[in-house]
């Protein structure tokens, strides 16, 4: 019997490992775990050198040292006994993926290397010590701003500033660019991690996704995200990443189709394209374009997923085009329903009907699956409480950005104000008590009880959120500062 030598890359290092071409799956499996420093219960995955997921085993074709495979430990056996600790997987996970991340970072598409490129074009010039003056950190002299016909720190009326030898509003707006080409970068990344989600839940192999197809997917959903406080391309990020989170800690895969978990994590990247800022209630009470093609049904979600069909449609951007006409409607249906049940106006019907289905779910039910995926996107939609109060509060910040801004324009327009984005009503701890005891606890506690291992990543931040609300509001009730502490 002959003998051979796979060449293979794991955690950054280079290996080979040599077996005999009958030995058993298991004997393949010990020899690279042991290469992975993988532990027994770990799932190790193998890619080719172009990045498709190939089946370990002894069937393996040989290689060297020039086409090596890629080996990765994907995740952690979640239900053996014998597993390491949740704290070990958790670090070896994030490890692989950091890894995984620096890999693919490495040759990330056109798109993303352009976003680099600007952001390193942008640092040269602050490094240049002529362009500090750009940002107003060094003073020109009055002379050359003279020269040209912007309003400069000679000029009297433009309120300059002669420290920063800049107008306010010109520091501003240098200021507010210098901020945007810092976000292209993190957004850049953001995207990369899009990306590795996609492939890690083995989307690309699945459903045949071009890599290249997949990155100018996720570069048109990026340009549809409006430049808004908080229905943005990182609120969309966010949801996304905790939708995958889910997936992971429930062990979804094992009890749902990959088409209905694709399903799940393209409906959470697409759930709010192109938001305006301004909520349903406003759409409907201004009359606006969207409220009218949509007959005042859930006009902003009937527009997101009419947005992501339409990027879909786009032959250099759709991910569904090597699927039947089958698949296709299957993802087509599962999309609309999850996208729609984002509505707010619909949260009561929806969380309803999933309990009536706790008692008997069944995961081959079609209606309990379905009830199951909107919950899901919902529960991913509304969960900044649910991560650390750092990460949470300036998200809450934007909200409320995003809230008093609408009030604002209704009380300019005269339309109906909108009460619990009303700036002179609402507070951040009046504004969180009442959602996390009305909205996130009853919504959450539910699906913990599908999926009781949820409880300390859900609802025990969330309990945390409602104490360090509830003091505050107390807080300020006992100053005697009314609803606005
Ligand atoms: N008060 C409050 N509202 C939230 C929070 N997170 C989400 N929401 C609301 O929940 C809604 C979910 O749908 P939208 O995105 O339309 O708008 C969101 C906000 O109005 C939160 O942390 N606090
Ligand atoms: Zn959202």
Known sequence: MTTKVIYFMVNGRLEHAEFRTDCSLADVKDLFRAAAEAGPHDILKMYGAKGAVVKISARLAANDVNSCYRLEVVAADLHSSAAPTELCKME??????????????????????????????????????????WIGLFKEPCDQQGKSDRKGPCDQQGKSDPKRGRTQPEQH??????????????????????????????????????????????????CHYNDIPFHNFQHCFCVTQMMYGLIWLTDLRSKLERIDLFILLTSALCHDLDHPGYSNVYQINAQTDLALRYNDISPLENHHCAIAFAILAKPECNILKSLTCNQYKHIRAGMIKCILATDMARHNEILNKFKVTLPVFDFKTKDHKEGLMKIMVKVSDISNEARPMAVAEPWLDCLLQEFFNQSDTEKLKGLPVTPFMDRDKVSKPSSQTGFIRFVLLPLFTELTKLFPCLEQHILEPVRKALDYYSDLEKEAKAEGGGAKP
């Open 173 to 222: 707006a240098l200021v507010r660019r210098m901020f945007r080409h810092m976000r292209q970068w993190e957004e850049a990344e953001m995207m990369v991690l899009l990306q590795v989600m996609y492939t890690d839940l083995d989307f690309l192999t699945a459903f045949h996704i071009d890599l290249e197809v997949l990155q100018n997917f996720l570069f048109e959903v990026y």
């Open 92 to 133: 070896n996970r994030v490890k692989n993926l950091e890894m995984k991340v620096l890999g693919d970072a490495r040759k990330t598409s056109n798109i993303v290397s352009d976003l680099k490129s600007q952001v390193e074009s942008f640092k040269r010039k602050l490094e240049n010590v002529e362009h500090l003056s």
